[in-house]
């Protein structure tokens, strides 16, 4: 039935490394004092063919050491057109400090490839490690309408930084 969304998961794609993996490996602790949420200046927002995509990312002070610095960000996914949409799969493009650019790809987004009828909303949130103290994402989701004609949705840049942290400009 090709064409027809899909509520049921994607086979798993299984990494050497994921981000998810890291965040649950890193020691819990009390994060409520420790992720530092960004002004609403760093929030970022983009809109394709009536898919909103916010991002707010945080950074995790308990979950940082000597070499790492991990954040958060939570992501918030809009239908704000008129069609039923699904989401299928992402890419991730995340460049470190140092210049270093990693692509993440996959299906759907933490083990879900959810529906949006019109109006409808969802949101999670992941994290990223790096082994600088700044670094930025951006990428994109790989949607399919109740046609089954794939687009792609814009996931808006924003940068990773560590509170504090004194910014050299190239």
């Not at 809109?47 to 000597?66: N, Y």
Request: hydrophobic residues 35%; glycine residues 10%; charged residues 25%.
């Amino acid at each position: 039935q090709a064409g027809r969304l899909s509520s049921k998961r994607p086979p798993v794609l299984r990494r050497a490394f994921s981000y998810s993996d890291a965040l649950r490996r890193a020691p819990a602790r009390d994060t409520s004092a420790a992720m530092i949420d960004p002004p609403p200046a760093l929030r970022y927002e983009a809109e394709t063919k009536g898919i909103r995509v916010r991002v707010r990312p945080r950074f995790l002070a308990d979950r940082s050491g000597p070499g790492q610095w991990v954040w958060a960000y939570r992501v918030e996914i809009e239908n704000r057109g008129e069609d039923t949409v699904q989401l299928v799969s992402r890419r991730w493009i995340i460049t470190d400090a140092a210049g270093k650019v990693e692509e993440v790809a996959g299906p759907g987004v933490i083990g879900e490839t959810p529906v949006l009828g019109p109006g409808q909303r969802f949101a999670y949130t992941s994290g990223c490690p790096l082994t600088t103290p700044s670094g930025s994402m951006h990428g994109a989701y790989q949607m399919k309408d109740a046609k089954g004609r794939a687009f792609e949705v814009e996931i808006p840049a924003f940068v990773l930084e560590t509170p504090g942290q004194r910014r050299v400009l190239n």
